[in-house]
């Protein structure tokens, strides 16, 4: 009795590791980085500084008129309500206009459960513009930009 207990307990414990090394396998950042001169790339940078919790940097990635309607430290106060450390981005597609272009990316969340980890997943598009030569994220109609992932 004792050692099916044991067993069961050892199996318990490997089905945890297996779940931890699953969640750092899937949510580690050994992605390969897009261009940093595309739409995407510019996206990509962006979150990725979010995830960093680099709010300088990803308040670089803004549009001018973007930036003239939130200042760096409005964006630092909503940026640090998102929460984007135990999450994935997965680029569904683009749309590139003239000088312009929409980023469609799939954020999936995982969380802990009592049984293993769980996830969700929606998607989010990105609104991005050519300035000056390089991609800015652009949200004209928001006092700040939405940090809700």
Do not use: H, N
Not at 39 to 63: C, F
């Amino acid at each position: 009795m004792a050692r099916a207990w044991l067993v069961g307990v050892a199996t318990f414990v490997a089905a945890l590791v297996v779940a931890g090394v699953v969640v750092a396998l899937v949510t580690s950042r050994d992605e390969d980085l897009l261009p940093a001169d595309s739409p995407e790339g510019t996206v990509q940078r962006y979150l990725l500084a979010l995830q960093d919790r680099d709010y300088q940097l990803a308040y670089s990635y803004l549009s001018a008129d973007t930036k003239r309607s939130c200042d760096l430290q409005d964006f630092r106060r909503f940026a640090g309500d998102g929460e984007l450390r135990d999450s994935r981005m997965t680029l569904e597609g683009t749309e590139v206009f003239d000088d312009s272009a929409i980023v469609t990316a799939r954020v999936t969340i995982f969380y802990p459960e009592v049984f293993g980890p769980s996830e969700y997943s929606y998607e989010r598009t990105f609104d991005v513009t050519l300035e000056g030569g390089q991609w800015r994220l652009d949200w004209p109609d928001f006092r700040c930009p939405p940090i809700y992932y």
